[in-house]
């Protein structure tokens, strides 16, 4: 493909991209950090956990992003008592009318382009994996018969916080397998106000489609074809380089807090990640700005500070801004 070519792609899906943050602006007042990350995870093919406490609205950003983007959804509440099955889906024992007997497999709600894992970490761990293949391979095996989910597929889950009583930490190899953590936080003065006067009367907003589940998988393609500079690649090696305490990279901050660092999976979504970001700024390559202000929802939950560090009172999303400054002022210096 031509540079003109791919240019005029990019542009093309800027503009479309506009339009689908104007369509969720209609249901989903403010969060604009929110809603960008949660394209860029779409548009990157892959997870989002939406992190945050009841009553911020990310089942509703879920439930406006299914629509905006085109894709068929399904919702799963988790509970305690959540089986695997609820999940996944099962095969039952079925009688036909000349008395012969079959195995037939029922789908669960897995299969959609688009899941809402609702409270994910109210449901046990044995649950909880049993998104583990479903999201990295994209495809489930049950009863010794692997069978492949539609496309795209991407799951969003929401989380509440750890501290809430009947919650279950997810598992390290599940949160690796999430592009971003998004944090929600509470909407300011003036943002409440306009969610209080647009939601207590008798009409309700509601946004229209804007993607296909085709157009999103072109557009899925024209991220990874996106060019990106040499200074953005090596960005993003010393960032994830630098937050491993075994590394030879590591600072200081990082050897003596961070009990364990993000891997390559890290590297991988910061790539694609900054290349959606780049994009929906208008922009035709990533840079090492981009990579910077993606430090946090890529890292977060990669990462876990040592018992001691956590003794000391120290905060994770302190020890990633610092080694993020430390790194940019290195490579700017460069």
């Not at 970490?121 to 009863?143: F, G, H, I, K, W």
């Not at 990106?228 to 690649?233: E, I, K, L, P």
Request: aromatic letters at 4%; a negative charge; charged letters at 20%.
């Amino acid at each position: 493909m031509s540079d003109d070519a791919m240019i005029k792609e990019i542009d093309a899906l800027g503009d479309k991209l506009s339009a689908a943050r104007s369509e969720i602006a209609t249901t989903i007042i403010g969060q604009e950090q929110v809603v960008g990350l949660s394209l860029a995870a779409m548009l990157s093919g892959g997870h989002a956990l939406l992190m945050g406490l009841p009553g911020l609205g990310k089942t509703l950003l879920v439930e406006t992003l299914s629509t905006v983007m085109g894709l068929n959804g399904n919702r799963i509440q988790f509970t305690p008592d959540l089986m695997p099955g609820d999940i996944l889906g099962s095969e039952v024992l079925e009688t036909a009318p000349d008395g012969s007997r079959a195995f037939r497999y029922i789908e669960g709600p897995i299969f959609a382009q688009l899941l809402m894992a609702d409270e994910i970490n109210r449901a046990s761990p044995r649950t909880q994996s049993a998104l583990l293949q479903a999201m990295q391979e994209r495809e489930v095996t049950v009863a010794g018969q692997t069978r492949k989910l539609p496309a795209p597929f991407h799951v969003l889950a929401t989380q509440n916080p750890i501290e809430q009583e009947g919650t279950y930490p997810l598992p390290e190899a599940q949160l690796d397998r999430f592009l971003v953590q998004i944090d929600v936080p509470y909407p300011d003065r003036a943002t409440e106000r306009d969610i209080l006067l647009a939601t207590t009367g008798t009409a309700q907003a509601s946004a229209k489609q804007v993607f296909t589940a085709e157009a999103l998988i072109e557009a899925q393609g024209i991220i990874r074809r996106m060019p990106v500079g040499d200074a953005t690649v090596d960005m993003i090696l010393d960032l994830v380089r630098a937050c491993r305490p075994d590394a030879p990279e590591a600072p200081a901050i990082v050897r003596e807090t961070v009990a364990w660092g993000p891997g390559p999976r890290a590297a991988q979504a910061l790539m694609l990640t900054s290349r959606a970001w780049a994009l929906m700024d208008g922009r035709l390559a990533p840079s090492p700005e981009d990579v910077a202000a993606l430090a946090m929802p890529v890292l977060s939950h990669r990462m876990a500070l040592s018992f001691a560090a956590r003794a000391e009172g120290r905060v994770l999303a302190d020890v990633i801004r610092e080694v993020t400054a430390s790194v940019t002022r290195v490579d700017a210096a460069a």
